[in-house]
């Protein structure tokens, strides 16, 4: 256990950080997957950001240039949505706006390892997946993953190492969830503990909580690795205080919204658990 100043440090980052999204209610644009769509965007309503689930590649020019930051997400991906995925993340990446990559079953195929491999090629500010995806995505070849669902086969811890890699070789911040959420440059490693174990049987948790990171990055682009951190913190608070009230995945789903939306500075500070790994 981190040391008490430690942890009223983070808690004021935390809220600091989280504070300036409902302040400035970036707009996100989130290129994603059929399933995540409704939680994804309601997870960013609550949090006081702007979703715009803007896909087409024909508005793209226009419209990604105005936004405050970009998620992208594989988990439904085609041959038509990919055009529109990199075309968005290269004027991102040209504009400088922050823009994040939730690499969903990248083992699945390799149609997906590929198109994940070129997306982290365009460089973005962080990635975020599951254990199975970072380990997947930080080895060269598609046949090192076990895992070739959406679901982890591995625990978060199991993939500090290759979150680190994977941080190194593509210069973004490197985001791992699980029971403890890992957060890397490559060099340091944060673990936010919060969260519950539920969390993992409502489909799109996972899509949520990067789309929750494009926005806290949205509002602190110079510091993406404590922007990631609180994030995951957040979402992992929500989920401790939706569990109280929820009697399975269905409730527990729309008590954590709830939790998100009403969160106050003092319970978080209470609940928030980071520690330096
Ligand atoms: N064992 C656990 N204990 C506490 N929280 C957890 C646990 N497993 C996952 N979580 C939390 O659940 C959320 C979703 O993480 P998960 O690793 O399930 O993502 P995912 O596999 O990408 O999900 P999806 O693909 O369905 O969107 C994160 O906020 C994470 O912290
Ligand atoms: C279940 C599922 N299949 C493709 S994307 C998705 C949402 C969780 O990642
Ligand atoms: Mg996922």
Known sequence: MESNTEQLKWGKTVWKQFSQVRLQSPLIQCITNFVSMDLMANTLLSAGASPAMVHSIEEIPDFTPRVTALCINVGTLSPSSLPAMITAAKICSQLNIPWVLDPVAVSASAFRFDA???????????????ASEIIALSSSSLEASAAKGTDSTHDSMDAVEA?????RTSGAIVAVSGATDIVTDGNQVVGAHNGVALMQKITA???SVTALIAAFVAVDKTNALDAAV???AVFGVAGELGMKMAKGPASLRMHLIDALYGLDEATLQSHVNITRL
């Open 205 to 207: 948790t996972g899509c």
């Open 230 to 232: 609180s994030a995951l």
């Open 116 to 130: 994940c491999v070129q997306l982290v090629g365009l460089k973005p500010t962080v990635v975020r997946g599951n």
């Open 163 to 167: 979150a680190k890699l994977l941080a």
